[in-house]
């Protein structure tokens, strides 16, 4: 079955980076887009970067600029690189493997001085 684990979170002051990873596993990784998704308490969860098979991204606008997200085939590892962070991108962040409804457990981005 799909698995997902996600690393790398933490506490980080406004304007610092931090570096997100996800292992996958349970699927041909890469034959499959990977996306980012972040759910910050008491809002619901959103979209925050996609790159596909073939190496195409998007971002979210509130992103954009600031994450770059990759994908490392012979690691089965997507990536996703904060910079500039803000208060608001505080979260738990998730990431998932296109078409598979799949999540793992998150890891939590804490943005504050």
């Known amino acids: 079955q799909v698995q997902l684990v996600e690393s790398g979170g933490g506490l980080v002051q406004p304007g610092g980076s931090l570096r997100l990873s996800c292992v996958a596993s349970?699927?041909?990784?890469?034959?499959?887009?990977m996306s980012w998704y972040r759910q910050a308490p008491g809002k619901e969860r959103e979209l925050v970067a996609s790159?596909?098979?073939?190496?195409?991204?998007n971002y979210a606008g509130s992103v954009m600029g600031r994450f770059s997200i990759s994908k490392d085939n012979a690691k089965n590892t997507v990536y996703l690189q904060m910079n500039s962070l803000r208060p608001e991108d505080t979260a738990v962040y998730y990431c998932?493997?296109?078409?598979?409804?799949?999540w793992g457990q998150g890891t939590q981005v804490t943005v504050s001085s």
């Open positions: 998932r493997a296109y078409y598979f409804n799949s």
């Open positions: 349970g699927f041909t990784f890469s034959n499959y887009g």
């Open positions: 790159i596909s098979s073939v190496g195409g991204t």
